[in-house]
Each structure stands twice: as C-alpha cells, then as structure tokens.
C-alpha cells in the first residue's frame, strides 16, 4: 500500500485524430515512458467509449477494476477539457501508486 500524501505521475498523450479540434485519443505513460492505458472517443461525439488500462495504478499490486475507475476518472477531466489541444501533459495523481 502506498503510502498517505503520496502518489505519482503519469503522462497523458493527447490526440486529435480527426483534425475537428477535440480530444479523440489519451494514452497514458509511466515516467519510463511503459504504457499504462488508452482512453478512446470512437464516434467522435466528446464523450470517452472505449478504455483499456494494461498497467497497476492504484498501487495494490494487481490489475483490476479500481484501476479502472481511476483511469476513467482521469481521463474524462480531459475529456471534458475545451481548451486541451494535441500534446503531452503531466499529471500528478495523489491516490496512485505503481504496483
């Protein structure tokens, strides 16, 4: 378990696939740069479809549903952004941790 106060970053790679000015595609990277899960629009409409989390994130030591959610969470504050435009972010997520 981690520890409280704690938690880690991640990075968000955000994509516009389409050219229409809205996030399409978030892939999340761990600071060594490992996969940790892709969070996809499909139809174009703004709202996230499709997500698949290949990696712990919440610290427990194994690959499961609160990984999930945490993943989920994240990724719909960006989606939700207006403003966000293709790139990399930093994000600090206090109630992570790499398992």
Known sequence: MKAKGKGVYIYANVLDLNRDGKV???????????GIAVAVDRYHDGTMDHIHVFQDVTG???LDMEDTKLIQREAAKLFKQTDLSEGQLELFIKDAGYG
């Open 24 to 34: 399409d595609m978030i892939s999340f990277v761990d600071p060594k740069g490992r």
């Open 60 to 62: 427990d030591g194994k």
